[in-house]
């Protein structure tokens, strides 16, 4: 369940498969001698809902909704 001010389910979705390509980019470029680009289903789909649950938990650990403290 989404909370009041938590982002939208499709712009943490979308975030997180702009980030994932642009990981994944990184990943290719740094292993040039793999030449596949395999990943199983099923460890695709768990690594997207670990990153979307972390850009959950930045957000909201980041967000300005609270003044900061000294």
Partial sequence: MRRMNEPSKDR?????????????????EE???IKKG????WEAMLFD????????RWYNDNKDDEPEHL
């Fill in 31 to 33: 292993f040039p001698e």
């Fill in 49 to 56: 809902g670990e990153l979307q649950d972390a850009v959950r």
């Fill in 12 to 28: 943490i979705e979308k975030a997180v498969k702009d980030a994932e390509f642009a990981f994944w980019a990184v990943i290719a």
């Fill in 38 to 41: 395999e990943v199983s289903p």
